[in-house]
């Protein structure tokens, strides 16, 4: 059973691990890419479906740096 405190529990430990990759030299290249490729461009299409996709790809990024910049609450 997921409890809010399991959620929360998984959260800090996914946000850590994330921010430890994200913060060395190698995540930084990778989220270099990663924004290049699915961050900057083109969101919108005059095909809905289109940018519901290119939207998707930046929500991964957003979701990414997020999790990088989290901070447990009351820190």
Do not use: C
């Amino acid at each position: 059973m997921n409890t809010i405190e399991k959620v929360k529990e998984r959260l800090v430990k996914k946000s850590a691990r994330v921010a430890a990759f994200m913060n060395s030299e190698l995540g930084k290249e990778v989220i270099d890419a990663l924004e290049q490729e699915f961050y900057h461009g083109e969101l919108f299409d005059n095909d809905p479906h289109r940018t519901s996709y290119n939207l998707g790809r930046r929500d991964v990024v957003v979701y990414l740096k997020q999790l990088q910049t989290w901070r447990k609450p009351n820190e």
